[in-house]
Nanobody, 115 residues
Framework: QVQLVESGGGLVQPGGSLRLSCVAS????????MGWYRQVPGKQRELVAL???????KYDDSVKGRFTISRDNAKNTMYLQMNNLKPEDTAVYFC?????????WGQGTQVTVSS
């Protein structure tokens, strides 16, 4: 099992930046698939950014050029750097890890973009 804890969310003005962190309870060195998702009330959870096989990266089109996913295996931590935030980025952001064919989710962190 893997426990995940997200942090770094908050209230930011349009055009601002935030960095989300996701700390895992065990080593993530051998975990190939891990990523960030977001959800707004009444809508399905959607992919934001994802490490896939061999550490390749996939972004949703809506965040390309603004968001950057990264990881620090030594710290068992994954990050999401979010720049030039827009009101439509407002959501609860979740990190997810896939290991042994199972998905593990964090509790989520709220990001609100508003003036």
């Amino acid at each position: 099992q893997v426990q995940l804890v997200e942090s770094g969310g908050g209230l930011v003005q349009p055009g601002g930046s935030l960095r989300l962190s996701c700390v895992a309870s065990k080593s993530i060195f051998s975990i190939s698939q891990m990523g960030w998702y977001r959800q707004v009330p009444g809508k399905q959870r959607e992919l934001v950014a994802l490490f896939t096989l061999y550490y390749s990266i996939k972004y949703d089109d809506s965040v390309k050029g603004r968001f950057t996913i990264s990881r620090d295996n030594a710290k068992n931590t994954m990050y999401l750097q979010m720049n030039n935030l827009k009101p439509e980025d407002t959501a609860v952001y979740f990190c997810k890890v896939r290991e042994g064919g199972q998905d593990y989710w964090g509790q989520g962190t709220q990001v609100t973009v508003s003036s």
